[in-house]
């Protein structure tokens, strides 16, 4: 597994942070995946450009963020690629970008 991981803190009620969250993701076209035995958030197919992954473990008072980009066709599914490295930049670009968002929305809570 190669993902992105980002650590943050927070001091409003956990509900209030997992719907700001929930909004954050769906606002930017993710919607909830099983991934393995995980619950993910996935935007895309593989058809024009890499799924992207975004996974968030909640803790009381911290977040880990956790993102990454896979590319394959529908189930054809490759290796997990974390948001750094130039391959597949536009799209890992675009999951750090949704990632950010959900950092600040956790900080300013």
Partial sequence: ?????????????????????????????????MFEGENVWKKGVGVATAMMYIKIDYNVGAAAIQGWIMVGLGSAEMLEQALDGVAGVIPKKACRKVIDQLIKAAESC
């Fill in 1 to 33: 597994m190669s993902r992105s991981v980002f650590e943050v803190t927070y001091s409003c009620g956990f509900q209030e942070l997992k719907n700001r969250f929930e909004g954050i993701l769906a606002q930017n076209g993710y919607h909830p995946y």
